[in-house]
Each structure stands twice: as structure tokens, then as C-alpha cells.
């Protein structure tokens, strides 16, 4: 196994919660109610853009969602103590992509703050009483996630931080080309999510590559989370941030057994409500006003995200392009030639009788709906391929499912074989009466003694079963006929029941047993 770094993300968040539904949690005298737990839904970290001088690749971060709860669900800490017990647990963990991560497969790193290509949204389950009270009276107030990666590329020279540690650029700062140094991760595996009291370290320094950000952490725009109440013996599950006594339970239709499923069910089920009414409410857009399209959020999101595009785009090539502008209009002569033709213009779009002109404006109109026509397959197309993508994520869930459960199995299957190994060596002992089982007679000591070979590794069980066997093979055939044991696994019944350990022999004469052993012969 190569070598691997640490890596910790620290963030501020910040989590609303109604006064009035407070009461949902706490009982009258402050403390939490018994059975009740906080469910957290928390977008994590971002994959393709710059975060404490470092970027995480889209396929990195998406190849590593499945470290989160694979081989077991990862704990919530405090302050990444490892040595007590946790808080809570992560129940989930899906990487989903951002407006920039759906348009086009071609990744380029985005070096300025930004939501980037996709972010980790995990669902975790508070059950500690003392951090729920924490997190809703606000003294948790930062969480940082910790995980390991098997690459770390510098952007300056390509230096593999991992095999040959840092090089001499440090993140953050540009080098003598201007060039920003930052570091780009391998493969990403998850560990765990803490609550801290000091986030990450103001100036980036080495330490397990952990680098922390160039601006105060207070100047950071903290991280909305939202935060559930949730009841597993009273079928409760609401919003405490959202309208009073609404219960997510109300939303589920089938049944099943396992709390932490339903949780995750119903808020996958409000999730996409929400994203239908976001849906339906675009649909209607098309009879409002002008003034009535910019107040709606969905609009403003679209006009934002189309802003950032555009100042995107327009970074690397305006000033080129302004200055090959001037050089075209450097003189007044151009100026003037260009407001006289723009009089013109004017002049023949105001007169009733350019018929041409007004056809040509009718035509532009007819262009103008076709677009808008194609664009609206486009989006049902697009719609289309969303539905199939998320068929085929349910598909690649269940097999992962179904994958946990085989070897859940083969570990049970291994454990039953390592204890017939063992009882078998304590048999082979036993019949060839080994000083270390020949005075156990007990069915309790016989256990205890089972229970100390089960310690060893199977391969060793096995070497030293062959090695008894060989033994047991090299023994005269008239000592071998003496020795019988009758089926050694099942030999009691009772817990207190003395073990048969006697040999089984013919009863015979002295005189026989001479007969036998030395025919004709005679004995002084």
C-alpha cells in the first residue's frame, strides 16, 4: 500500500431554528427530550475549486462518496478526537453536482472561491444529548472534515507530495511567473466529521497537508445546514427550521423497518418536492411582467449564475479584446461615422413606410419563438436523461446493498470456519493426549480452551493440525486402535457435564494380552 496524506476542511455553519419548534427537542426545563435525536443535512466540501489551497478533481470526490458509509457508517466527532465516543453517525452521503458540473464533461480548475463542479451533501444522526444542545443553543459552529488521499500534486513544478514530500512552492502564494501554487488531490477516502472549536490554521503550513485559509474565518460565508428533530418511537420528523408541527412522516406511503432508511427516504422525498414546486414555478414565469420575473428566486439564481459565466468566461480575453477596440475606434473620424450610421438606422426603423425593415423584424421574431421552442426540448430531453441517471443510481445502490450483505455473510462464514479449525486442533490434542488439553474434563474448560486457540490466525490453526495429523499418522496401527473418539463436537449436553475421556479396550486375560503380543513365545 502506498504512502497517504491527511487532509482537514474546516467550515463555519450556521443552523435556524424556530423558537416554536424548539419545543420539539427540549422539554420545559432545557435539557432533551429522552428518544429524541438531530438529523443534520450538511453540504460538506466542494470538488473542482479552490478550498484552503487545495482542489479536489470531480471523479476524486465522487469516486470517494462510497468511503462514507462503506465498510461502516463513519462516526461524528469532537474536535477529531478519535479515542472517545462519538456523537452521532453519518447515514448517508451522495455527491451531487452544481449547474457547472452538468454542463459539459471537461474539468478545469476554478481558482477562486466558488460552489464548483459538485459537493458532498451528508446526512448525519445526532444522538449525544449534550452536542444536541450545543448545536442548538449555537456553540457548534464549525465542522471540519478529516480524509486521506494518495496524490498530491503541486500545480507549480507536479511534485507528488505524497512520495517525495512538499517541494518548494507554498500553497497560496504565486511563484515568480505568477503562477498560483495549490495542491491537487489523488483518490479521496473519508474518515470522519468533527465539531471544532478553532477551525483551519490561518497561514498554510505543512502538517499532514493540512493548509489552512488566507482570510479570517469570520470574513467566511457560513454554511446553512438544515436540522431535524427527529422521534424514531413517536414517527416524528420535522423541520426546525420550517412551519410549525409539519411532520415528514406524513409524506411516506411505504413501509419499513429500519429507522435511518425512512429518514433518509423522507428527506430524499422532500427534497424532490421542493424541486418540483421549483420546477412548477418556472413553468408559470411565462405570463408575468418583467418587474414580477425579478423578484422570483429562481430567477435571480439563473441571472446570478449566468453573471458568474460570463465574468468566467470574459476574465482571460477583455482586456485583449478592449484594446483591440480602441485601436479599431482610435480616431475621431470612426466615432463620428458610427453615430451617423446609427442615425440612420434609427431613422429608417421609424419610418411607417419600410415595409422591408418591418418584415425583417418579423422574421426575427419568428427566429426568436423557433429558439425558444428548441430550447424547451432540449430541457424535456434533458429532463429525460436526469430520470435515467437516477434509475441507474438506484440500480448502483441496490447493488451495493446487495454486495454489504455478501460479505456480511463471508465474514460470518469465516468466523464459524475459524471455530471448527480450533476445535478440531483441541480434538487431535485431546486423542493424542497433549499436555495442554489432558486435564480438562469440563465442558466449560473444553469452551475456554476453544475460545483460546480461536486467538490464532487460521493458518496457523491449520499448520499445526497437519502437524498433528502426521503425528497422528506416524503412531503404531496397535496404539491407534485403542485410541476412539466419538463424535468430539457434540459429546455433552449439559454445561456441567464431565467430558468422556476414557480409551476403549477388550477385556482380556493376562495370559491373552501374552498370546497376542508374543505368540508361541514364552515369557520369564
Given at each position: 500500500m502506498g504512502k497517504t496524506l491527511d487532509i482537514i476542511d474546516s467550515f463555519p455553519i450556521r443552523t435556524k431554528v424556530r423558537e416554536a419548534n424548539k419545543k420539539l427537542v427540549l422539554c420545559d426545563s432545557g435539557t432533551v427530550k429522552d428518544n429524541v435525536s438531530l438529523v443534520c443535512s450538511i453540504a460538506a466540501t466542494h470538488s473542482g475549486t479552490i478550498i484552503n489551497n487545495r482542489v479536489y478533481p470531480p471523479k476524486s470526490m465522487q469516486k470517494g462518496i462510497k468511503t462514507w458509509t462503506t465498510p461502516y457508517k463513519k462516526p461524528v466527532l469532537v474536535n477529531h478526537d478519535e479515542e472517545k465516543d462519538p456523537i452521532g453517525r453519518v447515514i448517508k452521503a451522495k455527491y451531487l453536482k452544481t449547474p457547472k458540473g452538468m454542463s459539459g464533461e471537461d474539468y478545469k480548475p476554478i481558482l477562486k472561491p466558488s460552489d464548483g463542479y459538485g459537493y458532498v451533501d451528508l446526512v448525519v444522526k445526532i444522538t449525544d444529548q449534550s452536542a444536541i444542545e450545543k448545536i442548538m443553543d449555537g456553540r457548534y459552529e464549525t465542522v471540519s472534515v478529516r480524509m486521506s488521499t494518495d496524490h498530491a500534486y503541486c500545480s507549480v513544478c507536479g511534485a507528488d507530495w505524497a512520495d517525495g514530500g512538499p517541494c518548494e512552492h507554498t500553497p497560496g502564494k504565486k511563484?515568480?511567473?505568477?503562477?498560483?501554487?495549490?495542491?491537487?488531490?489523488?483518490?479521496?477516502?473519508?474518515?470522519?466529521?468533527?465539531?471544532?472549536?478553532?477551525?483551519?490554521?490561518e497561514y498554510a503550513r505543512v502538517e499532514g497537508l493540512t493548509f489552512g485559509s488566507n482570510k479570517q474565518d469570520s470574513d467566511e460565508t457560513p454554511i446553512e445546514v438544515s436540522v431535524y428533530a427527529n422521534n424514531a418511537d413517536d414517527n416524528t420528523l420535522c423541520d426546525l427550521d420550517g412551519e410549525e408541527g409539519k411532520n415528514l412522516y406524513d409524506y411516506l406511503k411505504d413501509e419499513t423497518d429500519e429507522e435511518e432508511k425512512v429518514i433518509v427516504h423522507l428527506l430524499d422525498k422532500i427534497s424532490k418536492k421542493d424541486k418540483e414546486e421549483k420546477e412548477d414555478q418556472m413553468a408559470k414565469v411565462e405570463g408575468l411582467t418583467k418587474d414580477e420575473l425579478k423578484d422570483m428566486d429562481s430567477v435571480k439564481e439563473l441571472i446570478q449564475d449566468a453573471l458568474d459565466k460570463a465574468s468566467e468566461k470574459a476574465d482571460g480575453d477583455c482586456e485583449q479584446k478592449l484594446e483591440e477596440l480602441k485601436k479599431q475606434l482610435g480616431d475621431n473620424d470612426c466615432l463620428q461615422e458610427l453615430e451617423t450610421l446609427k442615425k440612420k438606422i434609427e431613422d429608417m426603423v421609424n419610418d411607417p413606410n419600410n415595409e422591408g425593415i418591418i418584415k425583417e423584424?418579423?422574421?426575427?421574431?419568428?427566429?426568436?419563438?423557433?429558439?425558444?421552442?428548441?430550447?424547451?426540448?432540449?430541457?424535456?430531453?434533458?429532463?429525460?436523461?436526469?430520470?435515467?441517471?437516477?434509475?441507474?443510481?438506484?440500480?448502483?445502490?441496490?447493488?451495493?446493498?446487495?454486495?454489504?450483505?455478501?460479505?456480511?455473510?463471508?465474514?460470518?462464514?469465516?468466523?464459524?470456519?475459524?471455530?471448527?479449525?480450533?476445535?478440531?486442533?483441541?480434538d487431535l490434542k485431546r486423542s493424542l493426549g497433549k499436555p495442554d488439553v489432558s486435564g480438562i474434563v469440563t465442558v466449560e474448560d473444553r469452551d475456554k480452551k476453544i475460545d483460546e486457540f480461536s486467538q490464532r490466525s487460521i493458518d496457523s490453526l491449520k499448520d499445526q493440525i497437519n502437524d498433528l495429523l502426521v503425528e497422528q499418522d506416524a503412531q503404531p496401527e496397535s496404539i491407534k486402535s485403542l485410541i476412539t473418539v466419538e463424535n468430539p463436537?457434540?459429546?455433552?449436553?449439559?454445561?456441567?457435564?464431565?467430558?468422556?475421556?476414557?480409551?476403549?479396550?477388550?477385556?482380556?486375560?493376562?495370559?491373552?494380552?501374552?498370546?497376542?503380543?508374543?505368540?508361541?513365545?514364552k515369557v520369564d
Open positions: 511563484d515568480e511567473d505568477g503562477k498560483l501554487a495549490y495542491i491537487t488531490t489523488g483518490d479521496l477516502t473519508y474518515r470522519e466529521v468533527s465539531f471544532v472549536n478553532i477551525p483551519a490554521d423584424l418579423g422574421d426575427a421574431k419568428d427566429a426568436t419563438k423557433a429558439a425558444q421552442d428548441a430550447q424547451l426540448a432540449l430541457s424535456k430531453e434533458k429532463e429525460a436523461i436526469e430520470i435515467e441517471r437516477d434509475q441507474l443510481k438506484d440500480e448502483l445502490e441496490k447493488r451495493d446493498v446487495e454486495r454489504d450483505t455478501l460479505v456480511d455473510e463471508n465474514v460470518t462464514l469465516n468466523s464459524e470456519l475459524h471455530k471448527l479449525n480450533a476445535e478440531r486442533l483441541f463436537g457434540v459429546e455433552h449436553e449439559d454445561s456441567g457435564k464431565i467430558i468422556d475421556n476414557t480409551i476403549k479396550k477388550n477385556n482380556e486375560t493376562k495370559g491373552e494380552t501374552l498370546d497376542r503380543l508374543f505368540g508361541d513365545k
